[in-house]
Structure formats: structure tokens, C-alpha cells
């Protein structure tokens, strides 16, 4: 069984920075791509950034230029560096892997395994 495991959230101010881990933790796979989506309240989970397995990364549209995706493939381990953060980024942050290669990496469904979620607040 695989669980992957974030940490970093938390409070913080308009304007600040703040980084997300994700490790996952079990049974390994060989694959790696893993990803950040967030969920904020009362809407659906919507992608924010992934990096593949060739180390190729892609941002959402409000992520790019603010948000910045790293990761250890040997490690299964990734980071969320998100920057002048705004109040409409508070939300639940999930971290997500994929077992296998998929084509689609922007979808929920394009990933087999998801951490707990961490909550980011950001104040006005």
C-alpha cells in the first residue's frame, strides 16, 4: 500500500511564500509522476501543477509564474513552492501520484494514489 504524506501548510499573509512537501511512504513504484492539485470550499478539486517522469513540469494557468514544482523521482518525494500567495489560494492542497504512465496528467482520474490533504489559509 502506498501513502503519500504532505506537510507545510498552514496560515499566512497576502504577499507571503510557503512550501509543500509531499513523500510517499510503503510499497514502492517505479513510475514518477506525482502532482499538486487543491480543492478550495464548496468547489471541486481543480489540477495546480504536475511534474513527470522526464522532469517536465506544467502549471495550471493561475499557478504559472507564482507556484514552482520540484521533485526527487529516487525518492518519490516532491515540493510546492507557492509565491505571493493571494487570498483566493486558500484551499486544500492534495498530493498525487500515478502508478503507471498515463497520458493525462491534468485529471483526477489520471492518478492512482492521493495523500490526506493540507489545509493553506491565506489572510487579506
Known amino acids: 500500500q502506498v501513502r503519500l504524506v504532505e506537510s507545510g501548510g498552514g496560515l499566512v499573509q497576502a504577499g507571503d511564500s510557503l512550501q509543500l512537501t509531499c513523500a510517499a511512504a510503503?510499497?514502492?513504484?517505479?513510475?514518477?509522476?506525482m502532482a499538486w492539485f487543491r480543492q478550495i470550499a464548496g468547489e471541486e478539486r481543480d489540477f495546480v501543477a504536475v511534474?513527470?517522469?522526464?522532469?517536465?513540469?506544467f502549471y495550471s494557468e493561475f499557478a504559472r509564474g507564482r507556484f514552482f514544482i520540484s521533485g526527487d523521482s529516487a525518492n518519490h518525494t516532491m515540493a510546492l513552492r507557492m509565491t505571493r500567495l493571494r487570498p483566493d489560494d486558500t484551499a486544500i492542497y492534495y498530493c498525487?501520484?500515478?502508478?503507471?504512465?498515463?497520458?493525462?496528467?491534468?485529471?483526477?482520474?489520471?492518478?492512482?494514489?492521493w495523500g490526506q490533504g493540507t489545509q493553506v489559509t491565506v489572510s487579506s
Open positions: 510503503g510499497r514502492t513504484f517505479d513510475h514518477y509522476t
Open positions: 511534474i513527470k517522469d522526464d522532469g517536465v513540469t
Open positions: 498525487a501520484a500515478q502508478r503507471e504512465f498515463r497520458f493525462g496528467v491534468t485529471r483526477e482520474r489520471d492518478y492512482d494514489y
